[in-house]
């Protein structure tokens, strides 16, 4: 089945940048947007952003400047570009695929920012 696959998390200091990639194996139906999301312990799954097929971006308020989603349709994959990174950016970061079947969710990647 698909498998949606991240990279690129890590430990980096404030004011510090990490770009996250996410990509689909095997086949997959037309995307009609692709998001990312975050998770700390206890709190809800935020939409950090997202995009749609059409093009059209949204990000939390939290983000907006500072972080950049991006996607590669001919190669299934999702971009995250995370600058001016904060210790509250500090999560597990998700990356989603919605299509009409199903949504899918990659495995989660760790994201840790230092003060």
């Known amino acids: 089945q698909v498998q949606l696959v991240e990279s690129g998390g890590g430990l980096v200091q404030a004011g510090g940048s990490l770009r996250l990639s996410c990509a689909a194996s095997?086949?997959?139906?037309?995307?009609?947007?692709m998001g990312w999301y975050r998770q700390v312990p206890g709190k809800q799954r935020e939409l950090v952003a997202g995009?749609?097929?059409?093009?059209?971006?949204n990000y939390a308020d939290s983000v907006k400047g500072r972080f950049t989603i991006s996607r590669d349709n001919a190669k299934n994959t999702a971009y995250l570009q995370m600058n001016s990174l904060r210790p509250e950016d500090t999560a597990v970061y998700y990356c989603?695929?919605?299509?009409?079947?199903?949504?899918?969710w990659g495995q989660g990647t760790q994201v840790t920012v230092s003060s």
């Open positions: 989603n695929f919605l299509t009409v079947r199903y949504n899918y």
């Open positions: 095997g086949s997959i139906s037309s995307i009609n947007a």
């Open positions: 995009v749609t097929s059409g093009g059209t971006t």
